[in-house]
């Protein structure tokens, strides 16, 4: 047995905590509190800095910046993290960031197999269906059955790379720019690029007519 | 050996739920449980692999049936302890702990958004040139075990283990997880982006031949071929 799956009393420390998930994080916060651990005005500011402070338009304003700016797009293809942060998009799971373009021959579609590994710095905290076994476990072996369930009909000549964040390296993916949108301003394409976009699991459409 | 979390690949999760997505939080107190767990990295006892490697540890039967932040905090608890920082019996109890001063690192809501927004950076120098060259290939070692510690942090998938690739991408020298998660230095590698055909990884299960799947691999994972 491996020294990790060894515990005292045979039950691991997080079983010693209420069952019900809520008062679990309560306890938590009661105890670390008393510690000394925790300031909970933290936790606050914490809780708000990624419901709305950072948030998947840091990334539309990339891939926007990248369609309309050709210079831009060559130093974020080349260079992205230093592209991103002379923005101001800098920090946790943020650290390094490679961008990858779809083009007529290839999609990408970005996933993490052993745990939930995302750019929060350019996408915000991952959705749940990111984090979900049924992704994580799909997505690397049949990326064409998860992006049919996603909706996105690929072209013909496009084969699918899958990326599996595997190390603290975090994939953006820039959609191809769709037609018509010729003339949109940088705000106006950053409106067309939604989150799932940037992961590969959608691609960019036009706002209905008359919305 | 690999542990639970490594599910790249397997069958049986049937179809992806909750596609539309949804709120930033679905619960406040999954707010609760992320704060919580960054405040406390903040205090420096322990780093990123060190948390991942906690989460991957929950037996199998609570890795499963918890949900996402229910993982996290779980693996919080257990890092707590393991690191000497509460007692389980302050976890049954949390009343009954003594109130004590704060910790001289305690992270101040005034420095959050700089703590967030600085991030850390994984790359380190290391003396001598990266082994491989961009097209070169590769095969990843055989087995996913960590070979530092038994039943230690790896971040090789099984699904990928003893398979041929192709070198598309070297992201500097940057730490080694399978060594920093257990305290044993930052053991900085050369990481690299492999791709591989589909067919090299799923054989018979291939979806589509054309298909290619990219990891980041750290140079000790890789021999050349």
């Known amino acids: 047995m491996s020294e990790f799956d060894r515990h005292p009393g ?6 010693h905590l209420p069952p019900d998930p809520a008062l679990r994080v309560m306890a938590l916060e009661t105890l670390l509190v008393r510690k000394g651990l925790i300031d909970p005005s933290a936790l606050d500011e914490i809780a708000d800095h990624y419901a709305n402070r950072v948030g998947p338009r840091n990334g539309a304003i990339v891939v926007a910046k ?36 779809n083009t007529p021959d290839i999609h990408n579609i970005v996933v993490c197999t052993l ?21 994580r476990s799909r997505t690397i072996r049949e990326p064409r059955s998860v992006l049919a369930e996603f909706g996105v009909n690929l072209l013909q000549s496009q084969k699918v790379r899958v990326w599996d964040s595997t ?41 209905e007519p008359g919305q | 050996m690999t542990r639970i979390h490594d599910m790249g690949g397997r069958f049986g999760d049937g179809a992806i739920a909750g596609r539309s997505g949804g709120r930033v939080f679905e619960e406040r107190w999954h707010a609760r449980a992320l704060a919580l767990t960054l405040a406390a990295g903040a205090l420096g006892h322990w780093n990123i692999d060190m948390s991942r490697h906690s989460r991957e540890c929950l037996p199998p039967k609570d890795y499963q049936r918890f949900s996402y932040y229910e993982k996290w905090l779980a693996a919080l608890a257990d890092l707590l302890v393991r ?9 049954s109890d949390p009343e009954r702990s003594p109130a004590c001063p704060a910790h001289q ?8 958004a700089t703590v967030l927004g600085r991030g850390l950076t994984y790359t380190r120098p290391v003396s001598g040139a990266a082994k491989f060259a961009n097209g070169a290939m590769v095969r990843t070692r055989r087995h996913t075990a960590n070979p530092l510690v038994i039943g230690g942090h790896t971040r090789l998938p099984a699904y990928a283990c003893g398979r041929r690739g192709r070198i598309v991408g070297c992201h500097g020298a940057q730490v080694l997880p399978d060594s920093n998660a257990h305290g044993l230095g930052e053991a900085p590698e050369w990481l690299y982006s492999v791709e591989f055909a589909a067919a090299e990884l799923w054989g018979p299960d291939t979806e589509n031949p054309d298909d290619t799947m990219v990891l980041d691999a750290f140079e000790s994972y890789l021999e050349a071929v």
């Open chain 1, 10 to 15: 045979g039950r691991p420390p997080h079983s």
């Open chain 1, 66 to 101: 990248s369609w309309l700016d050709p210079s831009f797009r060559e130093s974020l293809l080349r260079d992205a993290t230093g592209t991103v942060s002379s923005l101001g998009f800098t920090g946790r799971q943020g650290e390094h960031i490679v961008a990858v373009e």
């Open chain 1, 115 to 135: 745990c939930s590994c995302y750019p929060w710095t350019l996408l915000g905290l991952p959705p749940a269906w990111y984090k979900s076994d049924a992704y």
């Open chain 2, 105 to 112: 690192k305690i992270l101040r809501p005034a420095h959050v």
């Open chain 1, 167 to 207: 190390a603290e390296v975090r994939y953006l993916v820039v959609p191809m720019r769709p037609d018509g949108t010729e003339g949109m301003t940088e705000d106006q394409l950053a409106g067309i690029i939604a989150r799932d976009c940037m992961i590969g699991t959608a691609l960019p459409r036009l706002p």
């Open chain 2, 83 to 91: 690191h000497g920082l509460v007692t389980c019996g302050e976890l």
